[in-house]
C-alpha cells in the first residue's frame, strides 16, 4: 500500500484501501517527516513540510477515525519532536496564525517550518485524546530522542555533519531491542496501557493550552 502524505489524493485513497480491508486498527503511529527542505508547495497549494509533517497525518487519522472507534482499545502515536518548543504559530494578538503554518517563500525558513510542524503535532494529539478517549482511543504525542539513525537529516549538510558527530554517542534502534526494561517501555504501544509524560520535559505554552489546540484542529480541517 503506498501513501505519500505530501498528496491529500494518496492519503484518501490509502485510508480506502486500507478499509477495504475490513480489520481492525489497534496502533496508528504517525512517524514521516520532512526536515530542513527548500521551499515548495505540494500539488494541494501547501507548504511541503506543513503538509508532510501534520496535514497529511492528519487527515490520515480523520479518515480512519471511524476504525480506531471500531477496534477500541485504540492508540495513536504522533512522533514530534523537543524542537516545537522553538517556535511560534500565534500573532501579535494571541491568535493562530494559519500563514506561519504554510509560509510563503519570502516568510520561509526550513528549520522554523519544522519546528512549527511539530508543535502542530503535539496541539493535534492532544485535540484527538480529548475528543477520542471517551470512545476509548487514546494519543499521545512522543519526542523519539537522539536517535541519529535516520536519514531526516539528509537535506541539510550541517545536520548530516551535527548528526555523523553525535551517533557514536547515541541509542540505535538495536539498543532499544535488546536493553531492559527501557526498550520494553519505549517499543510498547500497547492500546490498553496508559501513559503521560515519562520523563522531565519543557513544553511549548501552546502545547497546555485546549484553545489553541482546538483552533489547530479546525484550521486544519479547512
Sequence with gaps: MTLDLALLRSVQHFAQAFKAKNVS???????AAAFALPWSLTKDGLETTFQVNHLGH??????LQDVLCRSAPARVVVVSSESH???????SSGNLDFSRLS???????AMLAYNRSKLCNILFSNELHRRLSPRGVTSNAVHPGNMM???IHRNWWVYTLLFTLARPFTKSMQYLLV?????ERWLDLTPSVPCAYLGPLTL??????PQVAKLDMECSSK
Excluded: M
Aim: charged share 10%; aromatic share 20%.
Design 103 to 109: 509560509p510563503s517563500k519570502n516568510d520561509y525558513w
Design 58 to 63: 492528519f487527515y490520515l487519522v480523520q479518515l
Design 85 to 91: 518548543r522553538f517556535t511560534d504559530i500565534n500573532n
Design 179 to 183: 536493553f531492559q526494561p527501557g526498550g
Design 149 to 151: 539513525y535516520s536519514s
Design 204 to 209: 511549548h505554552q501552546a502545547a497546555f493550552c
Design 25 to 31: 486498527l489497534h496502533v496508528l503511529v504517525c512517524n
